[in-house]
């Protein structure tokens, strides 16, 4: 008997795709660069932990149901206003 773990498998397929990209240049250790925007796209860079936080992962499913796992940019893409992603970003940094 298994325990299943669906978000810790697409969380895996997510870090996988940004670490196989030429984008993780002038990233540090344990982050990971993103684009954001719904029309023009602003660099971010994360720490990986965010990608586990269940608000994260909304962006996260998103982005998937937008562009799958070939994102225009090469790296991970989420189609949000930034204001948004900053604001979980903030939230996720100060707790």
Do not use: W
Request: proline share 7%; aromatic share 8%.
């Amino acid at each position: 008997m298994g325990i299943r773990l669906p978000g810790l498998v697409h969380t895996k397929q997510i870090v996988h795709r940004i670490f196989s990209t030429p984008t993780t240049t002038n990233v540090p250790k344990g982050h990971c660069a993103v684009y954001v925007g719904e029309t023009e796209r602003k660099r971010h860079v994360i720490p990986l932990s965010y990608l586990n936080h269940p608000s994260f992962q909304d962006f996260l499913s998103k982005a998937e149901e937008t562009f799958g796992f070939d994102h225009p940019t090469g790296g991970l893409t989420i189609p949000c206003r930034e204001e948004a992603f900053t604001n979980l970003t903030h939230s996720l940094n100060c707790s």
